[in-house]
């Protein structure tokens, strides 16, 4: 009979310096593996501290902390599988990012990080020494290579590992969710086994942390790159794969294949999990926003209710003269389809207290935005009143759309703790709600059907702050202006590009210098989940203070 190995990964969900509960799921995990008898558990990158841990990695006491933490999960595992788990390592005054080989009750091996991530969310050079590449170990009846993320991202350390021996890789990740990000780490994957010969392992965690969630996906390719096993997407699993030695080496036996969803579906989710975890591991159970009736508000109330629980969402509507009948009547339409709460203080009596205030102060001028800001800032004000007073964060409900352009009211409509839709465009948000209301699956909370009426999605967009206003009085077209910040932002493109595509100059300039004039609202902007590659904070950092503009289009060098 051919010789087996039986491998259990742990793609769990852990929380960022929590070391005892991340330390607990580990054991659990571990005792899993163990009853399933398997020869090895794997955890992900940095599992015993959570990921990304960022500058709270610099702290001596916390690394101390998380060693100690590995080292007494390597003494309660002693008596069976092998242990994998990811931590950072502090060695003769050197920082690593380390992934910990327990056996017999102790630390066997440390692999240390070689390729240090230096792009988008990642610091790693700041943070990390590179290590040196480390060589296979052993699990049972074979020889395992574990490239740490990156280094799998790139051939030298897995060939190096398949050169000293290595049979199987083993590739602990922290890897976070952008759209696509699923096909582009099967890319990778599928040259390292090509490069090697060798069966690959992607290991990868779930849950979220600040902006940023890890979708799981783990997987196993054998040789020649097909498909063995399919973890699911964003959900918690712990699951033995089983490889089987045959005369050109060991293949991993077919297993789950869990189906990956389309992308609109997958960034809904990541949205839910992003405010499920942060609300979590913050502390918090419930929430409110402000209601407008507008499709925003909308989508983000249903987000709310799916991730919490529609009992666990307070919506407030907060009507001026200016607010129409019809968002009355709509808002009250999307409380009542979700079952959220919904609470109507309207704003006259303080707006009006304020205006008498300012009166002496503000004589012979005219109204101009500063008085409908006023009103955003009231609005401000009551819903942080309530949030101080019964314990529920607030979520602010601006798109990636109104973010970039600074559409939007500093201290007013900005105001709260979370934004769930801060990297969706405008245009995104509308075939979002059509897809949540023609969609609904078991990991949502609130009910199925058409939670966001039709006509909060079909009416043009109005922030309702003096008569018969509309977005478009102040901004181009959502569909112009989403495509011009996808080139401004997403693709770094010059104006001259983008006047190229068809769009004309007034209106790219005009885009561009709300852009740039408006950092330093996102600079004080609550964090909000990350969709994509280039999301507000981490991914695109500008300076707040910043006098230049691109001129190409009035060259000819383009």
């Not at 500063?370 to 800032?377: A, F, K, L």
Request: with cysteine; charged share 25%.
């Amino acid at each position: 009979m051919s010789e087996r190995f039986r491998l259990t990964l742990g793609q769990l969900n852990p929380t960022v310096g929590d070391l005892s509960r991340n330390a607990r799921k580990a054991a659990e995990a571990w005792a899993q593996a163990k009853a399933e008898g398997a020869d090895m558990l794997a955890l992900p990158e940095m599992f015993i501290t959570g990921y990304q841990v960022q500058d709270l990695v610099m702290k001596p006491a916390f690394v101390a902390d998380a060693l100690r933490h590995v080292e007494q999960l390597a003494a309660d595992c002693a008596d069976g599988p092998v242990l994998a788990i990811g931590g950072p390592l502090m060695q003769e005054g050197q920082l690593f990012n380390a992934y910990f080989i327990c056996e017999g009750g102790k630390i066997a091996a440390r692999i240390l990080k070689h390729k240090l991530p230096n792009d988008g969310v990642f610091d790693e050079v700041r943070l990390y020494t590179p290590g040196p590449i480390c060589g296979p170990y052993v699990a049972g009846p074979v020889r395992v290579g574990s490239p740490i993320c990156e280094d799998a991202w790139h051939r030298d350390v897995p060939e190096a590992l398949a050169e000293t021996g290595a049979e199987i890789l083993v590739v602990p990740n922290g890897s976070p969710y952008h759209r696509v990000k699923r096909d582009v780490r099967v890319g990778h994957m599928v040259q390292r086994v090509v490069e090697t010969g060798l069966p690959l392992v992607y290991l990868n965690m779930v849950g979220g942390q600040d902006d940023q969630v890890f979708d799981g996906g783990s997987f196993v390719l054998n040789p020649g790159g097909g498909l063995a096993v399919q973890l699911p997407v964003f959900d918690e699993a712990v699951v033995t794969v089983e490889f089987e030695q045959r005369a050109e080496g060991w293949t991993c036996l077919e297993g789950e294949k869990a189906p990956v969803p389309d992308v609109y579906e997958q960034d809904y989710r990541v949205m839910v999990e992003a405010l499920r975890d942060y609300m979590g591991k913050a502390g918090f159970s419930k929430v409110l926003l402000g209601l407008s009736g507008g499709i925003d508000s909308a989508i983000v109330a249903a987000i709310a209710a799916d991730a919490l629980g529609p009992e666990n969402v307070r919506c407030v509507m907060l009507p001026s003269e200016y607010t129409s009948a019809h968002s009355l009547e709509d808002a009250a339409g999307v409380a009542n389809a979700l079952g959220c709460r919904l609470d109507t203080v309207p704003i006259g009596g303080p707006r009006a207290a304020v205006t008498e205030a300012l009166a002496p102060l503000l004589e012979g001028t005219e109204p101009d935005v500063t008085e409908e800001n006023i009103q955003s800032r009231l609005r401000g004000v009551i819903l942080m009143a309530l949030s101080n007073k019964f314990g529920e964060m607030l979520l602010t409900t601006g798109n990636k759309s109104e973010v970039a352009v600074g559409y939007a009211t500093i201290y007013g409509d900005m105001a709260g703790g979370y934004n769930p839709i801060k990297d969706m465009y405008k245009t995104r948000v509308f075939e979002t709600c059509r897809w949540r209301n023609a969609n609904h699956r078991p990991w949502m909370r609130g009910p199925e059907g058409e939670v966001i009426p039709v006509r909060v999605i079909d009416k043009p967009p109005s922030a309702e702050l003096r008569p018969d206003q509309k977005d478009e009085d102040s901004l181009p077209p959502y569909p112009v202006l989403d495509r011009i910040l996808e080139m401004l932002v997403d693709e770094e493109a010059s104006v001259a590009e983008i006047v190229a595509e068809g769009f004309e100059r007034d209106t790219v300039k005009r885009v561009e210098h709300l852009l740039y004039i408006s950092e330093y609202k996102r600079f004080q902007s609550a964090p909000g989940a990350r969709l994509s590659p280039r999301a507000f904070w981490l991914d695109r950092r500008y300076p707040i203070v910043n006098r230049w503009r691109d001129d190409s289009a009035d060259r000819n060098d383009g």
